[in-house]
């Protein structure tokens, strides 16, 4: 007996469904999903967003790492002339707390108070660059943070405003006593020479922690100019600033803070040696030129100054009402 036909599984049709059918591909309609060329925008602009978000979060996440990690390297030392680069890490408890102190006394005396940037010292070197007299900035140690750890040297807008979106992004992030620590530690102290570790070997054959005050002044007072002043046989600029700071922490009576010797060319420079040039502004005083730090450091007549111990200074007075706290 002959076995009854068995119907197929899908009726066959004529006329094509109005939908696609469940079991077969959708058909590929021109210059859509089945053109290779319709897909690569889509997969650009995917590739931009996620560049873009990878941009975002990067900077964030590296400052918010190194609160806890040191920092293996820094900018500023990836890009020293001098290789290869000295830097020893300390922790803040092997800082000596004279050097703290003197390097916010010579950097940044609202250091404790400020959210980063000092508006009144910003305002105030504006007005003193627009009339030409005496060039000068106005970082504090927490834009220095920023620029030694992510910038490049040199000055244009778009490295300041680099500089203070890590600026906002340090200072909402790390603390002040972080800040403080890792400024001591990537900080160049001359050139090469980074950190106060690496700078109290080099010039004073100790480490940090056995700083005497004088030679914690002296570090502070060559930060402005690392790669031209020499804490180790200071020119008489450096030991004028040092003794300043040294007035700024009490060991010594207060006095005028000394002024830089002029190097810009929109500066009046000495028509010679000990005489104020013709466009000296009136009642000017000559002032001491500073000598390279590797000449300072191989002139048999340059007098090194007396390295002087604890002991050798007078106890700290109380601080004047206008230091920041410390």
Not at 156 to 165: C, F, H, N, Q
Not at 215 to 243: D, F, I, M, S
Not at 253 to 273: D, G, K, Y
Not at 287 to 312: F, K, N, R, V, Y
Request: proline fraction near 16%; include cysteine.
């Amino acid at each position: 007996m002959a076995r009854p036909p068995v119907p197929p599984r899908i009726a066959p049709r004529l006329e094509p469904d109005e939908a696609p059918h469940p079991l077969l591909p959708p058909p590929a309609l021109p210059g859509l999903d089945g053109d290779p060329a319709s897909r690569r925008p889509a997969r650009r602009g995917r590739r931009i967003a996620l560049g873009a978000l990878v941009l975002f979060l990067l900077p964030p996440a590296a400052v918010l790492a190194l609160r806890w990690v040191p920092p293996p390297t820094t900018a500023f030392m990836l890009q020293s002339p001098v290789k290869p680069v000295e830097y020893r890490w300390v922790p803040a408890a092997r800082q000596p707390e004279n050097l703290r102190r003197a390097v916010i006394a010579s950097e940044d005396q609202k250091f404790w108070t400020h959210r980063g940037f000092d508006l009144d010292a910003i305002q105030e070197a504006l007005a003193r660059n627009q009339k030409g007299r005496h060039v000068r900035g106005a970082s504090t140690i927490s834009q220095q943070v920023a620029k030694n750890l992510f910038l490049w040297p040199g000055r244009s807008w778009l490295r300041k405003g680099v500089e203070a979106t890590f600026t906002v992004l340090i200072e909402a992030l790390w603390g002040k006593a972080r800040i403080l620590e890792v400024y001591l530690n990537t900080a160049e102290f001359g050139p090469g020479l980074f950190g106060a570790e690496a700078a109290a070997q080099r010039f004073f054959h100790r480490g940090a922690a056995q700083l005497t005050p004088e030679q914690c002044a002296r570090l502070a007072a060559v930060l402005p100019n690392p790669r031209k002043w020499n804490a180790e046989r200071p020119g008489p600029y450096v030991q004028a600033r040092a003794q300043w700071i040294l007035g700024q922490l009490g060991y010594r009576p207060p006095q005028p803070e000394p002024v830089a010797p002029i190097e810009s060319p929109r500066e009046w420079m000495p028509a010679q040696q000990g005489a104020p040039g013709p466009d000296a502004p009136p009642g000017t005083t000559p002032l001491p030129q500073e000598a390279p730090a590797a000449d300072a450091a191989t002139d048999p007549a340059e007098p090194a100054a007396p390295d002087l111990d604890a002991d050798d200074l007078p106890p700290p007075a109380e601080a004047p009402a206008s230091d920041a706290p410390h």
